[in-house]
């Protein structure tokens, strides 16, 4: 990859008229550019009181000035920022006469790219920065921290070093065929990559939580008609954002409503109920409903005692991994005392959409799903990170089929070392040109 070598420079921040407006310059030019707009050589990391001007002479603001010399700042670069009043036209016009001065408008994300091009930030640490300043909730906010702080990229490096080391031994043994000792069939090696895997295994939950954290947890009401399901969105929103009717199928079409549980983010997917039917518009929403449930991270089945048995079926199009809840509605009808257990590794609440009888439990459930309560060490993730570590599963429960049952040494170390290649795409040790676009692109403008 190239390393840039010209200057950039955007609007880093503008709240308004009232607030303090920032313009960010990263690049070579930055302390030259620093000395025309502070009149004198600045001393790194000090901040100046001046009179920005324009080349005319006149003011076009007063604010601070601070210059960070390379490689001590966030892109690695030289940086100079400018402090100014919040005001859009003051801050257009400071844009302006520092591209005058020999600097160009910064693309989006731009700075944080150049921040992983110059090693200050691996690409997940990257990407996290554009997670903490999307977050929807405290939970969220907090894991994006921790990952730009490192912590996933650690988990991450560490696994990988020990998937190396076990490459090495590995490829080692198929060196030498004609030894009588099989090396290959020594139970180190057996033992290594079952310890990765065990590893890997654990990260892969823990990115799966922070997924849920950064995106909110995906979560698809379902169940037969008249079940309650809109009568449940409603009563977790908080509002009456679903039609309520004693006439089955009043659903036609997925309703989605994004809530936050004490800082925990969900998307609620309310959708038609699962039955067979001759009503074209209805069959339609059926459709809908079970393509929800393959993108869902949970699915809600709502249903009664009567029919609780028959639908578990419905669960049979979630994904794999995916959570299933199921919650026994209308206990008020049946006179039933709210209640919650485990069966199968499924969790069971009886509870009242109408009443409210119950719910306080639902609410506790979704959090936990959602990530509350798993601990301090929680980082955020994204998609493209929970994909590549179901990949390394895969390549690693190969390689122990081809190791363990078949001898297949060459095989082995084929899988193993496609391992370590996605692997390293989550933190960018093997990455294209475009997947940096396509992450870096989604940036705002001077981040």
């Not at 257009?92 to 110059?118: I, K, S």
């Not at 506790?364 to 929680?378: D, H």
């Amino acid at each position: 990859m190239n390393q840039p070598v010209d200057t950039i420079a955007a609007i880093a921040s503008a709240p308004g008229a009232a607030g303090v407006g920032v313009l960010r310059v990263s690049g070579p030019r930055a302390p030259a550019i620093a000395q025309v707009m502070l009149g004198r050589t600045p001393q790194p990391r000090h901040a100046y009181f001046a009179s920005f001007r324009d080349a005319q002479g006149e003011v076009i603001d007063h604010g601070l000035l601070l210059h960070f010399p390379a490689p001590a700042s966030y892109t690695g670069e030289h940086v100079l920022e400018l402090q100014g009043h919040g005001n859009a036209v003051l801050l257009d016009t400071l844009l302006r006469r520092v591209c005058e001065l020999g600097a160009r408008l910064a693309r989006p994300g731009e700075f944080t790219e150049r921040a992983f091009l110059n090693g200050k930030l691996d690409l997940a640490q990257a990407e996290a920065v554009a997670d903490l300043i999307a977050a929807r909730s405290q939970a969220g906010a907090r894991a994006a921290l921790r990952s730009m702080e490192g912590v996933f990229s650690q988990r991450v490096e560490t696994l990988l070093q020990k998937l190396i080391a076990l490459r090495v031994h590995v490829e080692a043994a198929i060196d030498f065929p004609e030894e009588e000792i099989d090396f290959l069939a020594d139970p180190a090696i057996a033992q290594q990559l079952e310890n990765l895997r065990a590893e890997l295994a654990s990260l892969l939950r823990e990115a799966q939580r922070g997924l849920r954290l950064n995106d909110g947890l995906r979560v698809a009401i379902v169940g037969r008609p008249n079940a309650g399901k809109s009568s449940l969105l409603n009563a977790l929103a908080g509002s009456e954002r679903a039609i309520v009717t004693a006439v089955a199928g009043t659903t036609r079409d997925v309703l989605r409503e994004s809530v936050a549980l004490d800082g925990m983010a969900l998307e609620l997917a309310d959708t038609a109920g699962l039955r067979d039917t001759a009503d074209e518009i209805e069959r339609e929403g059926v459709r809908r409903a079970h393509g929800e449930l393959q993108r869902a991270d949970a699915a809600l089945l709502v249903t009664d005692v009567e029919h609780a048995a028959a639908d578990l079926a419905l669960f049979d199009a979630l994904p794999a991994g995916a959570e299933r809840v199921v919650l026994i509605n209308k206990i008020d009808l049946a006179h039933v005392v709210p209640h919650a257990e485990t069966r199968d590794g499924v969790r069971w609440l009886w509870a009242s959409a109408k009443t409210g009888e119950g719910l306080d439990a639902l609410r506790e459930c979704l959090k936990e799903l959602a990530g509350a309560g798993s601990g301090e060490g929680n980082f955020s993730a994204r998609r493209r990170h929970v994909l590549a570590l179901q990949e390394v599963r895969e390549r690693l429960d190969h390689a122990a089929n081809a190791l363990v049952i078949s001898r297949a040494g060459e095989l082995a170390a084929e899988e193993l070392r496609q391992a370590q290649h996605a692997l390293g795409e989550i933190t960018g040790a093997y990455s294209s040109d475009d997947l940096l676009g396509a992450i870096f692109g989604s940036f705002c403008i001077g981040k």
